[in-house]
T-cell receptor, first 115, second 115 residues
């Protein structure tokens, strides 16, 4: 079942600009993760934020989490053409018995960075 | 290179064929997953294996049959598929599904086309 929904579905920006993507989810979570996928290839893990964390940084990436609103955002600063990809949020569902690391993915945001 | 290898990368099969997708991970992980990615749809979790036991089957049609002979290998056996089964099939692994806050590592996927 779908958990996360990313917004916007597609985003086009110029190189050097910042890109912000949002994710909303429905149930209680253990953590929220962001992944990147280049066209037709596998997903690559970017960053994980725990449910008791509010903000996390990794290089040019900044992730926020608001559990009261059940939402997260991914900010990519000083974007590059190589950042062009689809970005997905995924939640590890607390309510799911057993496999607590079962990840449920959203529909993704397609980011295009124009050189 | 994520440490998760899928073969073949591309597969075209007829509706009456039988084929198998293979996934191998070299990360020492205990959990492996099959996901299906169709155009404009969220990733769908198909099967989860923990310590070689199937712990989750998300109501996948019986024409898809998983096999996990050991913690490093995962197969997806396909038979009498339908054209709507054409998709990118992604394998992933994680350290331990019962431990929270761990990321998933994905293979590059098998692009399956059913004709």
């Amino acid at each position: 079942s779908q958990q996360g929904e990313e917004d916007p579905q597609a985003l086009s920006i110029q190189e050097g600009e910042n890109a912000t993507m949002n994710c909303s989810y429905k149930t209680s979570i253990n953590n929220l993760q962001w992944y990147r996928q280049n066209s037709g290839r596998g997903l690559v893990h970017l960053i994980l934020i725990r449910s008791n964390e509010r903000e996390k940084h990794s290089g040019r990436l900044r992730v926020t989490l608001d559990t009261s609103k059940k939402s997260s955002s991914l900010l990519i600063t000083a974007s590059r053409a190589a950042d062009t990809a689809s970005y997905f949020c995924a939640t590890a569902d607390l309510d799911y018995g057993g496999a607590t690391n079962k990840l449920i993915f959203g529909t993704g945001t397609l980011l295009a960075v124009q050189p | 290179e994520t440490g998760v290898t899928q073969t073949p990368r591309h597969l075209v099969m007829g509706m009456t064929n039988k084929k198998s997708l293979k996934c191998e991970q070299h990360l020492g992980h205990n959990a492996m997953y099959w996901y299906k990615q169709s155009a404009k749809k969220p990733l769908e979790l198909m099967f989860v294996y923990s310590l070689e036991e199937r712990v989750e089957n998300n109501s996948v049609p019986s024409r898809f049959s998983p096999e996990c002979p050991n913690s490093s290998h995962l197969f997806l056996h396909l038979h009498t598929l339908q054209p709507e089964d054409s998709a990118l099939y992604l394998c992933a692994s994680s350290q331990d599904p019962d431990r929270s806050n761990t990321e998933a590592f994905f293979g590059q996927g098998t692009r399956l086309t059913v004709v």
